[in-house]
């Protein structure tokens, strides 16, 4: 059993900066994928970005370029550093482990 929580969602202007972070209860060292996933109201949850324990990464084209994985492996997270936020990224954010465990969500809001 894995725990995932997940802070740092809040209310931004459009063009402003957020960072999600995702604490594992186990060593993120254990799990080859782990990942953020968004749910908008009304749609389907989607995959924005992967983590991949050779250390790759991959990214929705709808935020490619704007934002950045990283993780720190004695804290166990997992971090999603958004740029540049536009109103359509508002949603649901939820950290993933091995397409198995979710965190329980944090709100990320980009309005004015």
């Known amino acids: 059993q894995v725990q995932l929580v997940e802070s740092g969602g809040g209310l931004v202007q459009p063009g402003g900066s957020l960072t999600l972070s995702c604490n594992a209860s186990r060593s993120i060292l254990l799990v080859y994928f782990m990942g953020w996933f968004r749910q908008a109201p009304g749609k389907e949850r989607e995959l924005v970005a992967s983590?991949?324990?050779?250390?790759?990464?991959s990214y929705a084209d709808s935020v490619k370029g704007r934002f950045t994985l990283s993780r720190d492996t004695v804290k166990n997270t997992l971090n999603l550093e958004m740029n540049s936020l536009k109103p359509e990224d508002t949603a649901v954010y939820y950290c993933?482990?091995?397409?198995?465990?979710w965190g329980q969500g944090t709100q990320v809001t980009v309005g004015s």
């Open positions: 983590f991949f324990n050779t250390g790759s990464t």
């Open positions: 993933n482990w091995g397409h198995q465990y």
